[in-house]
């Protein structure tokens, strides 16, 4: 019986990507149905009803939300190439960076990208410790997941494209060799995985969504 | 070789209480260490040097940080008695993602009803009854979360009925009155030793809660 695999999603979306990602490393065939984020579908409606956000995966039909709850169960239903290690305290070290990612990373780097001035600077100073923190796990190591992107690579996938985009937009040099050079290191090996090659949308379509999102917001920072 | 399990937590804490419940359930002897919040112990501090927070579970010498990803641990490795996490990996994605949820809005929802007043302590009532009430959806019949099981989401929400008392009386409401579905499964893993041994009484929540508006200056 052939698998119904679909994703709610969108391709300018880190979350998105990750799901991608994901599924691609495991090899499983799926049907991506595009999401407009500003005019909510009513199948997202319906399979989200309580954040209404992508990514959502519907598995024969039934829907799991959250990406990294959705990495978790696209591990435990196909096996194959395996996303998180077998130790426990492993597996708990790769749960809790990933949870240091989405929940102290994305939104400091959005706050000071999209800040001026000192409130800008101090922003900067916190995202550089937080990457600088978030690099030291790649200490003798190709990939967070060692020689083979695993679960947190894929959680990590911003770092890989957004986060210099963002920068980029912001008029920050943050993201090079002298500062993050282990980061920098892995950006392009993340990048040059084929899977990943195949997933992440086209840089240049990002900067000039995010410079249209800085413009936009720019007069409220008079 | 005997396991050495190690928390460090402090006893007003929600979020510290899963842990003790989970390894309650499990049967696992540890040593529990309360951390004083405002002069962290420098064990705390090299244990948990990212973010300084309890929960820490320290097992074997190894630290492990996050509550819910604490209890998965501990799941993952006392795996023989008491399952927290259901075996059906559609399930365990439900479980996964209602926990998330308890973590998203419960702590910072109950936390507005206590420190606010008037207006901004009407909008966070509201606010918090409504979050209740989207949980009671999901309990739907079940006895638990989990379906006939207490399980990870009920581990992770039940810690919140001991604020229960103080979100009430700061906030002159009864939240039975508008969730009596969800007090009665509260009142049913209450009935779970390792639930009620885990919890603080409720008074004396109230009484931290009352020292801490003091220090903020809210009355």
């Known amino acids: 019986m052939a698998e119904e695999v679909k994703l709610l999603g969108f391709g300018g979306s880190p979350f998105s990507c990750r799901v991608e990602i994901a599924l691609k490393l495991k090899g499983i065939q799926y049907e991506m149905i595009p999401q407009e984020l500003a005019n909510k579908s009513p199948l997202l409606l319906e399979h989200n009803p309580v954040h209404k956000k992508i990514p959502v995966l519907l598995h024969h039909g039934k829907p799991i939300c959250e990406s990294v709850v959705i990495l978790e169960y696209v591990e435990e239903t196909w096996k194959g190439v395996p996303l998180l290690p077998e130790d426990p305290y492993e597996r708990a070290m790769a749960r809790f960076w990933a949870k240091f990612i989405d929940e102290k990373c994305l939104s400091t780097v959005w706050k000071a990208c999209f800040s001026k001035g000192e409130e800008q600077e101090k922003g900067m100073e916190e995202v550089l410790g937080l990457l600088k923190t978030l690099e030291s796990q790649l200490e003798g190591k190709k990939f967070f997941g060692g020689d083979n992107i695993g679960f947190l690579d894929i959680v990590a996938d911003f770092a890989a494209l957004w986060l210099g985009v963002l920068l980029e937009v912001a008029g920050v040099d943050l993201l090079n060799d002298s500062k993050l050079p282990l980061l920098c290191k892995w950006i392009e090996e993340f990048n040059n995985c084929p899977v990943v090659k195949e997933t992440l949308p086209p840089r240049d379509m990002l900067l000039k969504f995010f410079k249209m999102q800085q413009a936009a917001t720019g007069p409220q920072y008079k | ?219």
């Open chain 2, 1 to 219: 070789m005997a396991d050495e399990v190690v928390v460090l937590s402090a006893w007003p804490s929600m979020i510290g209480m899963r842990v003790k419940i989970a390894l309650a359930e499990k049967g696992v002897k540890y040593e529990y260490k309360e951390e004083d919040l405002a002069n962290k112990s420098p064990l705390l501090l090299k244990m948990n040097p990212v973010h300084k927070k309890i929960p820490v579970l320290i097992h074997n010498g190894k630290p492990v940080c996050e509550s819910l990803i604490i209890v998965q641990y501990i799941d993952e490795v006392w795996k023989e008695k008491n399952p927290l996490l259901p075996s059906d990996p559609y399930e365990r994605a439900q479980a996964r993602f209602w926990a998330d949820y308890v973590d998203k809005k419960i702590y910072d929802a109950g936390r507005k009803v206590w420190s606010t007043k008037g207006e901004e302590q009407e909008v966070a009532k509201k606010e918090f009854i409504d979050c209740l009430k989207v949980l009671e959806g999901a309990l739907g019949d079940k006895p638990y979360f989990g379906g006939e099981k207490f399980g990870f989401v009920d581990v992770s929400l039940i810690p919140f009925y001991s604020w229960f008392y103080a979100y009430e009386t700061s906030g002159n409401f009864s939240i039975e009155a508008e969730c009596p579905k969800f007090v009665a499964w509260a009142n049913r893993c209450m009935e779970r030793e390792s639930v009620s041994k885990s919890l603080p009484d409720p008074h004396r929540v109230y009484d931290f809660v009352s020292r801490q508006k003091k220090k903020l200056g809210i009355e």
